[in-house]
């Protein structure tokens, strides 16, 4: 039994490693040939109108999702949802490849895909929460799935013009996304009493959390550009090898958001863009490359942070498919802020003034949640227990998840559990629930109905997934 507990730990940590590089692939691919949307058709002063468009339309697309999803009740229709929306998507990608980027077509294709894009995150995001709320190793499977993304896009746009194996890449992104977002059964069930639910204030202060470092790598982005310019790096690529550095960066971030329950994270997450921010004060100019290599690293520790965070704090909400996609939907209304208020255009010093009140603000958050008590107070309070009394702890019971989720009726119930507790042949079950065998396969074809499975086996695997 042990055995089979690990291995299934094992396949959903690969699952979400594997969603999470897929969606963030095709994530990096589409945004990335929506900016050119409008270029050569718009005037040049609306150019940036598009962008601001594109992280709008994004955001409305996570949110449409989360809304949507907790008011179908049937899994076949859910399932629907996300395959339209996964094909939708990859339908509007494969137009904008092959079509050019200064035509009226490519601009309403970017719209309606980034759209679609946030829809098919929301579903993401959604099953990932699932599977950290399964106590899998989010850090490292979050690590190695944006590592895997940005290895992979950094090798393409050294050689753009390669479209067709783009192409090729991007279906089989949207296949493996399509294969583990149906075949996944994984579901978020609500606290049954009010207490696990996370305080309101908790939310509020995260929220801010996120939204002040987000500022700060604005802010920082606004920054390098001065610096750029008076360096005189005006042809300077940055999307050349600084970029790289967020490989190992959310490797090892990842790595810390997986000690302590994740307290790491954020203290790890601040002293990183403190430092940036001293360099920056300290050195300044003078050290160009050192701020881009020291910008990539805290956007990265912001990402592995905001990600991490709300996928966490998700399975305890009271809608957890809203507040899944939140660290995401942050990281678009943040753009949008900076490009609204004109950030780029301010000077050095106003810059480094803002930076420095999105810290403080960031300190001021991270102690009221207690992020600096790194202590674990569940072994502390933990008292001593007489060996004669000790009781081995009980995995939670799967049963009335399984339930809940697949609408199993009662007397099903008492089926399913013969089924997976039990080796008996479906007489020897009949004989013990006082049933007829007759009426024990109608119950059991009932289940692997609304179940979707088909096998015993794969009963069995459904109800320890959950």
Known sequence: MNNAILSVKRN????????????????????????????????????????????????CGFFSHALIKPRLLSEKIKNGLTVSSLALCMSGALVMLFSPADSLLYLVTTGLTVFFLGCTGGAV????????????????????????????????????????????????????????LIKSKETIALPEQRKDFVPRSILFYTVVITMALLIFTTYYNSYIHHLQVASGYTDYNVYTWPRLLMIPAILLFGFLADIKGGKLLPLSTLCVV??????????????????????????????????????????????????????????????????????????QVAVLIIDIIALVVVIVMMALTGAFDLSMPEAAEEA?????????????????????????????MKVLRELVTTDDKQDVIALRLNISVSTLRHHVTSIYKKTGVQTRSALCKLVINN
């Not at 990096?28 to 598009?50: D, K, P, Y």
């Not at 895997?148 to 949207?174: D, G, K, M, N, R």
């Not at 050290?287 to 990265?300: D, E, G, P, R």
């Not at 019971?397 to 609408?407: E, M």
Request: aromatic share 12%; charged share 10%.
């Open 384 to 412: 001593p227990v007489p060996e004669t009394t000790y009781e081995p702890e009980l995995p939670p019971d799967p049963f009335p998840v399984i339930q809940d989720s697949y609408r199993i009726t009662p007397s099903e």
């Open 125 to 180: 995001y959604y099953r990932l929460a699932a599977l950290t709320a399964k106590k899998t190793r989010a850090g490292l499977c979050i690590g190695i799935g944006y590592a895997a993304a940005v290895a992979l896009q950094f090798c393409l746009q050294l050689q753009w013009t390669v479209i067709p194996a783009l192409s090729v890449l991007l279906a089989a992104a949207f296949a493996v996304m399509g294969f583990l």
């Open 12 to 59: 959903k940590n690969i699952r979400m490693a594997v969603l999470f590089s897929a969606f963030m692939f095709v994530q990096f691919i589409i945004l990335r040939m929506g900016n050119q949307a409008g270029r050569g058709f718009l005037a040049e002063q609306h150019q940036e109108l598009v962008y601001l468009f594109i992280q709008i339309v994004v955001i």
């Open 274 to 347: 403190v430092v940036a921010l001293l360099n920056t004060v300290l050195l300044g100019r003078e050290t160009y490359i050192l701020n881009m290599c020291l910008y990539y690293v805290a956007i990265t520790s912001v990402i592995a942070y905001y990600n991490l965070t709300f996928l966490r704090l998700a399975s305890r909400t009271k809608h957890p498919a809203v507040w899944a996609v939140m660290g995401r939907v942050l990281d678009s209304a943040a753009v949008i802020l900076g490009m609204t208020l004109k950030f780029s255009a301010l000077s």
